[in-house]
């Protein structure tokens, strides 16, 4: 390390930073032209690369536990004769131009290197004795509404949103690196120690009066609603913090009973926009007066259906906090329909994720109270998610794409919460024609990242569904196909009848079978067709692309699923595809020795190659559930195959290992079914099995 040489160096960004600027560059101006000639200026530019390279140097090279053997002795030369001198350098530059115009970048930069001295106990006396000139004169100022702000209010309303609400993603935004540096001395206790106790005492008190009597007590002059807004914003941030402390969170909740919620009703714009965030993330207080809870919760209803565009969208994403609260769903239920209208014409205007999630939270809290306009819900529901998911498909940003499947894949979540037991037949049989286009949609597209979504939504409508239509079983041999592909590449496009003239199926669906993926998702859906297939439908119908019968298909889906787990050391999709087996051999009225015998046989052949404990009691599983079916058929292929000793060797070695009831109740029949056996024809199994047991 040439000491000399960075001594130098740093004397001339010293240099730099005291160089006073131009005194035509430091005037508040809105003129765009003006102000874009400013953040290009010499002057300018100069303070904003000695802000970033010094903001560098105080992150990246005072650790000395990371830093290079050559240049070991830095951190210590800096952080002993440069640091201090930077930060009250940064801290007098963010001061004096805490009211003039300041460069957006260099403020930025500024506050980073206060956030990353927070990292050195040494810098801490500095700033703690600081402290409320970094809250009030710096922190403050930088999380007020701009000029800008106020004009895209009025002109711009879902840029203003977009700003407010995804600032947090822009890497070199003031704003963030003020709520950041105020989170940060909040974690690093600097409000408990070297007088920062005094800290929050003196926030209740000038927060109290500038809300309630509009006075700064500081500068003893009248606040304007800018300065009313930072300090909910202030509150706000500081919300770990204040709640933290029983004596904090009762002055925050008489803040709310004398100021916030009275005021409510009366404010509008940007003031009732963060008083509405407020109330999202103070949502956990108890207020002892139901009346505070109904006035809260009505004022939120009001501001998201009537309110401006930002106010409204903030008000959504509140209200879903509020009803966590008992009262405030008692409150809200008559007008359920007219909130989730709202909802929907917000989410179609703005696409933004806290919003939809809020909606989810909605449908999940009422969902015993949406039905009769579920059907309507679920319409809007689809066509949501298709103009997302196209909007993702066209979209080349890959944040953007990201971000418009997981809005996408929020509405195919919110459909999946509409459904419970209470559920009514005829509105099931009506979101069935809804959503089978949709889920096909989903399926045939083996790139999308909402296949999961789709099999459960699939899965939950067969579950709800008393007799499956043709159009469902049209999605068995989907399933299949999702596994095993197509036998040739020219047969990809298959009709299936269907109710009111029929759709089109597979026309590019899964035709490299990469449906293995999603097997933990598959499995239950085939339960679901096996369970309800009182009419034999999967040995008697046969798919168009195969010509097999469900039940072959089935079979080669199974063994597909089998040759790959041979070649991985995981065999959980082995043990989910097994119990397929196990759900035909319970379920199927119509069972053929055939096929009893093919499923022993399978289960035979495995045994002795199961890479878990797991499968291996899933075999033993088949062996009894094909005991209960048939045990006379069942030992007599055994023996028939030489594979009685080795089965009920497993079985018995393998006892304490089940674990669960539907487990215990499988295994337990299985001996019941030995006991009932007639053994006249099967003398040599009867002694086997008595010196096995």
């Not at 350098?89 to 001295?117: D, G, M, V, W």
């Not at 963030?176 to 989170?183: D, I, N």
């Not at 408990?192 to 003893?220: C, Q, V, Y």
Request: hydrophobic share 40%.
């Amino acid at each position: 390390m040439d000491e000399e040489r960075i001594k130098q160096w740093l004397f001339n960004i010293q240099s730099i930073m005291e160089r006073p600027l131009p005194q035509d560059m430091q005037t508040p101006t809105t003129n765009e032209r003006t102000l874009e000639k400013w953040e290009r200026s010499a002057a300018w530019s100069n303070k904003k690369w000695c802000a970033k390279i010094m903001n560098k140097f105080v992150y990246k090279y005072t650790n000395k536990f990371t830093i290079k053997d050559e240049n070991k002795g830095f951190p210590e030369l800096f952080l002993s004769t440069y640091s201090n001198y930077f930060l009250e350098e940064f801290l007098k530059l963010l001061y004096n131009f805490r009211a003039r115009y300041f460069q957006p970048k260099t403020r930025f930069f500024a506050l980073k290197y206060i956030i990353n001295s927070l990292n050195h106990p040494d810098l801490h006396n500095t700033i703690s004795l600081n402290l409320e000139t970094i809250i009030y004169d710096i922190i403050i100022p930088a999380l007020q509404l701009t000029s800008q702000d106020e004009e895209d209010w009025v002109q711009n309303p879902l840029e203003f949103i977009r700003r407010d609400d995804e600032y947090l993603d822009l890497s070199q935004s003031p704003k963030l690196a003020a709520q950041s540096l105020l989170e940060k001395i909040a974690d690093k206790k600097l409000f408990e120690i070297n007088g920062g106790e005094l800290f929050l005492p003196r926030l209740f008190e000038f927060s109290t009066n500038a809300l309630i009597h509009s006075r700064d007590i500081r500068l003893n002059v009248t606040v304007d609603l800018r300065m009313k807004e930072v300090i909910l914003y202030v509150l706000g941030i500081l919300r770990v913090l204040i709640l933290r402390s029983q004596e904090y969170t009762e002055k925050i909740k008489a803040l709310f009973e004398q100021y916030i919620i009275p005021e409510f009703k009366n404010v509008q714009g940007p003031l009732k926009y963060r008083l509405c965030w407020l109330l999202g993330i103070y949502s956990c207080l108890n207020f002892e007066n139901h009346d505070d809870i109904l006035t809260i919760t009505e004022g939120l209803y009001n501001s998201l259906c009537e309110e401006a565009l930002p106010v409204r969208v903030k008000a959504g994403i509140s209200l879903d906090a509020i009803f966590e609260n008992e009262q405030a769903q008692i409150f809200i239920k008559p007008y359920l329909d007219k909130i989730l209208l709202s909802y929907i014409g917000l989410i179609d205007m703005i696409d933004n994720e806290k919003l939809t999630k809020a909606f989810e939270g909605i449908i999940t809290k009422f969902a015993d109270y949406i039905y009769p306009f579920a059907v309507d819900l679920v319409k809007y529901l689809t066509e949501s998610f298709y103009k997302a998911d196209q909007e993702a498909v066209q979209s080349g940003d890959v944040t953007e794409i990201y971000e418009k499947e997981a809005i996408a894949g929020g509405f195919l979540s919110s459909i999946l919460r509409i459904f419970n037991d209470n559920i009514p037949k005829e509105t099931v049989k009506e979101l069935e024609k809804i959503l089978l286009p949709t889920l096909l949609y989903i399926l045939k597209n083996e790139n999308s990242n909402n296949i999961d979504l789709g099999l459960k939504l699939l899965n939950l409508l067969l579950n709800y569904t008393e007799e499956l239509s043709e159009d469902l079983w049209g999605f068995f041999f989907i399933l299949n196909y999702l596994i095993l592909g197509y036998p040739d590449e020219n047969n990809t496009n298959v009709s299936l009848p269907a109710e009111g003239g029929g759709f089109r199926l597979l026309e590019a669906i899964g035709s490299n079978g990469k449906g293995e993926e999603h097997v933990a998702d598959i499995v239950p859906c085939i339960q679901k067709y096996i369970q309800k297939d009182k009419a034999g439908v999967i040995f008697n119908a046969k798919d168009p692309c195969y010509n097999l019968t469900y039940i072959e298909l089935l079979f080669n889906s199974i063994e597909k699923v089998y040759e790959i787990c041979y070649d991985s050391e995981n065999d959980t999709d082995m043990v989910l595809i097994t119990t397929i087996y196990i759900a035909i051999v319970e379920n199927e009225q119509q069972l053929t020795e055939n096929v009893l015998t093919y499923i022993l046989e399978k289960a035979i052949v495995n045994i002795p190659h199961v890479k878990s404990i797991a499968q291996e009691k899933i075999i033993i599983q088949i062996i009894c559930a094909c005991l209960w079916v048939n045990a006379g058929l069942t030992l007599q292929y055994l023996e028939h195959k030489n594979a009685t000793e080795m089965i009920f060797q497993r079985w018995m070695l393998r006892m304490p290992d089940f674990k669960h009831s539907f487990e215990f109740k499988r295994v337990l029949i299985g001996f019941a079914s030995l006991l009932r056996t007639n053994f006249n024809q099967l003398p040599q199994v009867k002694n086997n099995l008595i010196f096995l047991i």
